[in-house]
Structures are given as structure tokens and as C-alpha cells.
């Protein structure tokens, strides 16, 4: 099992960034898909997640300016983030779960830094 994720980097405040992670190895469509990410300093927190029936949950410091999405055809799963702020600095990291309680799979993370 291996989830590839991509698409990081530096923006400023108020920019976007979209994150991507591909899995390979499991059944993409079956797993709970979510985005996780570790600020300096600060213990890993849920930022997103969508479940096989494509339900969306979100942390609620990025409500109304994070979108996560699924593309089930292309094992896929992603993580638009618009209006960024310098607190959402951190390394972002994808992991799949067959159910809450689930053996979870991890990506490798990939880092995003937003500038003030």
C-alpha cells in the first residue's frame, strides 16, 4: 500500500494550493479518505475527511475555505485550499481507512508554507 501525496509548497496569505494523494494498493473507492497536518510545534491534526459515500467533515478553522474531494476512478484524493492564512503552515499528510477503527494507511506527507 502506498499513498503518494503531492502538490505543496509556499503561497502567500490569501492564496490556493491544491493537494493531491493517489493511492495505490488498496480499494480506493471502499476507504475513508482524509487530510491530516502537523504545524511547527503543534501535535497532528484532522483537517478533512471524506468518506466512501463522499461525506465531507472539516476542522473548523478551515471551513468555507478548504474543499476536499474524490475521484474514485483515479484513486484519488484531494485537498483545495483557498484564502490561506500563516496557521495553516504545516505538513499535510493523507491517510485511508476502511472504517473509524480500521488499520490506517499514511502518505508521506508534503509540506506547505504560507507567508505572511
Known amino acids: 500500500v502506498q499513498l503518494q501525496a503531492s502538490g505543496g509548497g509556499l503561497a502567500q496569505t490569501g492564496g490556493s494550493l491544491k493537494l493531491s494523494c493517489e493511492a495505490f494498493?488498496?480499494?480506493?473507492?471502499?476507504?475513508?479518505m482524509s487530510w491530516y497536518r502537523r504545524a511547527p510545534g503543534k501535535q497532528r491534526e484532522l483537517v478533512a475527511s471524506?468518506?466512501?459515500?463522499?461525506?465531507?467533515n472539516y476542522h473548523d478553522s478551515v471551513k468555507g475555505r478548504f474543499t476536499i474531494s474524490r475521484d474514485n476512478a483515479k484513486n484519488t484524493v484531494y485537498l483545495e485550499m483557498n484564502s490561506l492564512k500563516p496557521e495553516d503552515t504545516g505538513v499535510y499528510f493523507c491517510?485511508?481507512?476502511?472504517?473509524?477503527?480500521?488499520?490506517?494507511?499514511w502518505g508521506q506527507g508534503t509540506l506547505v508554507t504560507v507567508s505572511s
Open positions: 471524506i468518506t466512501s459515500g463522499s461525506i465531507e
Open positions: 491517510k485511508a481507512q476502511r472504517h473509524p477503527f480500521a488499520y490506517a494507511f
Open positions: 494498493g488498496i480499494v480506493f473507492s471502499a476507504h475513508i
